[in-house]
């Protein structure tokens, strides 16, 4: 059967860059480049990931959309004008090697003239007709959610009673503020906010950067002050910058992150507590005695732990319910903190008036009719 010649609109070629884990890919991707993934519900995060890095194509071996809930990642690609082809099966991630040309036709994905893989070809409408039949399933998902949710509390309320056994960071906490970063929907946006505001100038809080938010600091010229994680998202480059490193351990008794940090040759210390990464930074800043702690990219909502695969949300509620009267977003801080004008900037600003006034005494009158109109114009200005 003669096969169906798509629209050239619909022909992409590129390089075939392949991983199962879609954060380690992003890393390596080039502009132009076919992303080959296994991302079941794509979620919001990694598409912003592969969108930032101008990727020709996405190949996906699972469904970007399984209907669990509406997941929008996908929704992303294709607002951008990224093909997207999807549910073409596990085996094309050994059917492509890594740096094979491939080319995206229509719903076809070829290497050459062979046919490697077949799926849907996703478009926008096909998309939102995917994630409002979610939205209809949400009562379900939604109730095995609150189900998880309260045979973790069940297990993890001690979160909120018992003080944990903190590791000796070395670092002060005590009365200041705490800025927590992690690479969660809106980072960026909100990492820029706090920095064109002053706030990290002004304030100098201690820098937390959790697992890849640490990078997230490094890319605005911020050295974080501790690195707190299981360690598989962060660079190398993050880990060597002198940052305390607490690996998150767990009350059975493993540290994941350790590993990499002994192959590194790395000192660290480990923090066993329940819950997220994100949760123990939160307890760390709190029971070390933080003024304020201000979240940025932090997870709240059922859809964003869906996205990171997780059934519940105990320990987050847990931890925020404790840390909850020191706790603000970083939104809330952009638009309520305003730089202020310091002592010093004002005694500079009295020096320089002083030292107009000497030198318009000396000039003559030809100049001070100049000086006047260009006083006048900079008044007409700024009135």
Known sequence: MAREIPDVDQVTIGRAMVDRRTKDLIKRLQ?????VIDHEDLDRVAAEGLVEARVGGVVNAAPSISGRYPNLGPLLLAAARIPLVDGVGPDVMD?????????????HVLSGDLLVAEGQR????????????????????????????????RRERHLLIDAPDLPDTGHEMKGRHVLIVVRGIGYKHDL??????????????????VDGGADALLEIGEKPDFIIGDFDSVSEQALQCGAVLVVHGYPDGRAPGSKRLDDLGLDYVVFAAGGTSEDIAMLLAYERGAE??????????????????????ASTFLVRMKVGPILVDAKGVSRLYQSRVRGIDLAFLVVAAFFTMVVVATLTEAD?????????????IFD
């Open 31 to 35: 502009p132009g480049d076919i992303a």
């Open 95 to 107: 059917a492509v090697t890594e740096g094979q040309m491939l080319t995206i036709s229509g719903s």
């Open 122 to 153: 996703q478009s926008l409408q096909s998309l939102e007709t995917q994630i409002e039949q979610a939205r209809g399933r949400m009562g379900e998902e939604l109730e095995r959610f609150a189900e998880n949710t309260l045979e973790y509390l």
């Open 192 to 209: 820029d906010v706090l920095r064109r505001g002053g706030y990290l100038n002004d304030v100098r809080p201690v820098l937390v950067g």
């Open 292 to 313: 304020l702690i201000v979240a940025v990219g932090t997870h709240n909502s059922m859809v964003e732990f869906l996205d990171k695969g997780r059934s519940g949300m």
């Open 368 to 380: 001070n009719i100049f000086v006047e109109g260009v006083g006048l114009f900079f008044d007409r």
